[in-house]
């Protein structure tokens, strides 16, 4: 059994999705009705409610803090996912996929389907995205019995599904007061804390004060003291998300001027952080927390497998792939075919697996194998033993090891780059 300091966590053996059953889950006494209006509710409400976030947050910290989360990614975040990469790093903090607020209310009655997980993917946060309120706060509340550690709302998404036709994710930067109102209503159904996550700006509206502008009023209009940023801009133009990874260039002294604007304010890094080295760079450089997106996904044993001693001084646990593939079937085999119709199969269970390898000998005999395995397969059991001949023993039974490559002077310019200083423009922003 491997404890955290209010939370045991079995790897030995995985206890069951279906686990995590709703139950009757506190309320605040604060509880804002579907149709709120921000101009209904009073500053000193505000305040009580950052008052309870705060301890809420306290709370929360029965985990070791979130220096090191892997972002939450559509189609490749999800249970499977999630599995191994707490199987590979206990202290990492895992984010699940968006899911949209309308997705949760309209399947209320296959919410585990949605929002189930096991109990070792602690800490764990849920984001969700959306642009009703009174959808975003019924979502909230039936979440709650799934007792996820954190709510993230989605301002950073630029999917033409998303910001597009949804017209939410980075297209609500463009309108913070909402983003504010949406927060409050978040806040005030659940009693975890609750965070941003967005973008620099969006097409021209690309200023450092502009960005400020969006923190300074939702943070004054609701709870809100945590924001993930991602360092680059969103362009709403038609490109995919993938040129909008690559496009928009990397600005990071926007983040940490950040830091120096807003002192009492939280604020995680993303975006072109791709190592354990890059990470540690950036908390030197003064950064609260590192999210990291594609980097922990591709290259799993790679990089989760560092987070631990790397990031967090903890001592390394000896695991091997060998271990965690054993573990890994345990699960795998549990949850095939819950969802009815073959689902999930084989191929879905395996999927994050495929990069496990990465770089090493063995590793394209492996993937071949897989995917004729997937044909045919129907146990993970029998996946392993038809594909796991291709990896030799040493690769299997050899714990991480080595040092991380990386930039170690990613940031090392960055405060002679900081814009100037942000003056507030308090009755502009409150009241816009």
């Not at 646990?317 to 549990?334: F, N």
């Not at 960055?414 to 502009?428: A, C, D, I, K, S």
Request: glycine content about 6%.
């Amino acid at each position: 059994m491997v404890k955290f300091s209010a939370y045991s966590l079995m790897i030995s053996s995985f206890t069951p999705l279906h686990s995590v059953t709703l139950k009757n889950h506190r309320r605040f006494s604060i509880n804002i009705p579907y149709n709120y209006s921000t101009k209904a509710r009073t500053i000193s409400s505000y305040t009580e409610n950052a008052q309870i976030h705060t301890e809420d947050a306290m709370v929360a910290r029965r985990y070791l803090p979130p220096l090191f989360s892997v972002a939450p990614m559509m189609e490749w975040t999800d249970n499977h996912y999630r599995t191994l990469a707490r199987l590979i790093s206990k202290h990492a903090w895992l984010y699940t996929e968006m899911l949209a607020a309308e997705t949760i209310v309209y399947q209320k009655g296959n919410l585990d389907r949605f929002l189930a997980y096991s109990p070792e993917q602690h800490p764990i946060v849920l984001q969700i995205g959306g642009n009703n309120l009174e959808n975003l706060a019924k979502a909230t509340e039936l979440a709650n019995a799934y007792h996820y550690d954190e709510i993230n709302f989605n301002c950073g998404c630029p999917s033409p599904k998303v910001a597009g036709h949804g017209c939410f994710g980075v297209r609500l930067m463009l309108d913070p007061k909402f983003v504010g109102e949406a927060m409050s209503v978040i806040a005030a159904n659940t009693n975890v804390p609750v965070s941003v996550k967005c973008r620099i700006g969006v097409d021209d509206h690309d200023s450092y004060n502009e960005l400020c502008d969006f923190i300074y009023k939702v943070s004054s209009l609701s709870p809100t003291r945590h924001f993930i940023i991602h360092s680059r801009k969103a362009l709403l133009n038609g490109i995919s998300p993938a040129d909008n990874r690559r496009i928009p260039p990397l600005k990071y002294e926007y983040y940490y001027a950040l830091l120096r604007d807003f002192p009492d304010l939280k604020f995680t890094i993303n975006g072109g952080i791709n190592s354990v080295v890059e990470v540690n760079a950036a908390l030197r450089e003064g950064a609260h927390g590192v999210m990291v997106g594609r980097a922990a996904y591709n290259y799993p044993w790679q990089t989760l497998g560092h987070v631990d001693t790397a990031i967090y001084g903890q001592p390394s646990s000896g695991l091997t792939r060998r271990k965690i593939l054993e573990r890994y079937q345990e699960y795998g085999d549990s949850v095939l075919g819950r969802n009815g119709n073959n689902r999930p199969n084989v191929r879905e269970v395996a999927k994050p697996l495929l990069n496990l390898f990465y770089s090493e000998p063995g590793n394209s005999l492996w993937k071949r194998k897989a995917d004729s395995a997937f044909q045919h397969c129907t146990t993970m059991k029998s996946f392993f033993e038809e594909t796991l001949v291709a990896i030799p023993d040493s690769v299997l039974d050899s714990p991480i090891a080595g040092v991380p490559s990386g930039h170690e002077d990613l940031f090392a310019n960055v405060q002679g780059l900081l814009p100037p200083p942000y003056n507030v423009r308090e009755q502009e922003a409150v009241y816009a």
